[in-house]
């Protein structure tokens, strides 16, 4: 549980930050100064420690009272055509405020990493997935294979929160644990084992790795490969892979679809998806995608529960309407589609809109700079440091509280849109 010292110091602080959601974090606040003393890495001291350094909502460049801002926003979109709400990184009650404001302007909804998410959308929608919770990971896992992915770029503690934490719920001997990455190499040393066993890299090229994956698949099924390699990996060395993959109690195939960028990509992660089906006829085998970093989770889960579907869903008709492709919030921006843009960012000051000719409406953290200062500009709280919250991690499955640790007055997402909406 969350809680402060007299010191000003907040213990088992949960990150809205990292994905994994680590709530083992130890937090100073000094007045609007929030300091991170423990258990912290690159993306949570960056996250927690971002300063303060505006906190007037702006309208066409010009401080306004929070009012007057909500009030102009109101009136933009009240006489908008084609409104778009992007971004989306937010908590679940940012989230709900959004899609209610979308539904009420008859707006379309899209996260700013919905491209990499489709990855994985698009595959459950078609085949569906087995996938697993970070919590059987960390006391299940035997055998991990990480698919193109630099987990601990993105990910600085999966490793020693999920995979060379200190015990198991089961006596599981965790040196014991096997770790291969299969196409990118990591770039630090978080997948090595506290004994120092280094994780197995069978390298390839990002452009070779569907072919590489499908052979993979294959020799699992125990079909007869007659190349010699493939993408420059030897099969005889998939082949062993394959035989690890069969012979573990619990292996956990893991990717982070931010990472897969190439052609081709959403049929890499079905093929694994596949094969881990074809892995439990014999054993246990489960997926594991990782993202969600910028609300991307949480705002697909109030999305799916409020309008029955992922991002990218239109309400131009007074009812939801899913289409990937043509409510994808890139494209139509680029291609003039959009006449307002309301762009919400609230985790992280780099998160910027897109160039485009929309009047553009940012509600985002305090510390952005901006290339065009957008017609509206209105500073709002980082959950879990400004105002309390919910996120939910990369499974998807745990929302985690998100508490307040200073009083910035800065107001919420929810608040603004809700604001907004009771206007237009």
């Known amino acids: 549980m969350t809680e402060m ?76 055509k ?18 209610a404001l979308a539904d009420k302007s008859r707006a379309t909804v899209d996260n700013m990493d919905s491209e990499a998410g489709f990855r994985n959308t698009l595959v459950l929608q078609d085949t569906g997935w087995m996938v697993t919770t970070l919590t059987e990971v960390r006391n299940r896992v035997d055998l991990l294979v990480v698919v193109g ?48 066993k280094k994780a197995q890299v069978l390298a390839c090229d990002d452009a070779d790795l569907p072919e590489v994956v499908s052979v993979l698949r294959a020799l699992v099924k125990g079909k007869g490969i007659q190349a010699e ?17 069969k012979q573990a109690k619990y292996s956990v195939v893991t990717w982070a679809a931010g990472h897969l960028d190439f052609d081709h990509a959403e049929t890499t992660v079905q093929t694994v998806c596949e094969m881990v089906k074809d892995l439990n006829l014999d054993t246990r085998s489960s997926g594991l995608p990782l993202g ?27 009812y939801p309407d899913y289409d990937p492709y043509l409510s994808d919030s890139k494209r139509m921006l680029a291609n003039d589609e959009v006449d307002t843009l309301v762009w919400i960012s609230s985790f ?18 305090s510390g952005m700079s901006f290339e065009q200062e957008p017609e509206v500009f209105i500073p709002v709280g980082t959950p879990g440091i400004d105002h309390a919250g919910r996120a939910f991690r990369t499974d998807g499955v745990v929302s985690v509280p998100l508490r307040k640790l200073r009083d910035s007055g800065l107001p919420s997402t929810f608040d603004v849109l809700t604001a907004v909406e009771k206007l237009v």
């Open 229 to 245: 390699q493939v993408g420059g990996i030897a099969v005889s060395d998939l082949a062993i892979l394959a035989e690890q993959l």
């Open 292 to 318: 969600g970093k910028e609300g991307g989770i949480t705002v697909n889960q109030v999305s799916a529960w409020q309008s029955g579907f992922p991002m990218r869903t239109n309400f131009n008709r007074g």
């Open 149 to 196: 992915s630099d987990l601990e770029a993105e990910y600085p503690r999966f490793f020693e929160r999920m995979v060379w934490n200190e015990e198991s719920m089961f006596d599981q001997d965790i040196e014991s644990r096997q770790v291969v990455y299969l196409g990118k190499a990591p770039s630090g040393d978080a997948s090595t084992s506290p004994q120092g």
């Open 82 to 99: 084609q409104p778009v709400i992007g971004g989306m990184a937010t908590d679940l009650n940012g989230a709900r405020s959004a899609m």
């Open 348 to 365: 992280n000051i780099d998160r910027t809109p897109p160039q485009s000719n929309a009047k553009t409406i940012v509600l985002g953290r």
């Open 5 to 80: 010292t007299d010191a000003g110091v907040w213990q088992e602080v949960p990150s809205p930050f990292c994905g994994i959601a680590s709530d083992d974090l130890t937090i100073k606040v000094d007045g609007n100064t929030v300091s991170l003393v423990e258990n912290g890495d690159a993306v949570t001291k960056k996250g927690f420690e971002t300063p303060i350094s505006d906190t007037s909502p702006r309208v066409n460049g010009k401080e306004v009272s929070l009012d007057e801002a909500v009030s102009h926003i109101a009136d933009v979109i009240r006489t908008s």
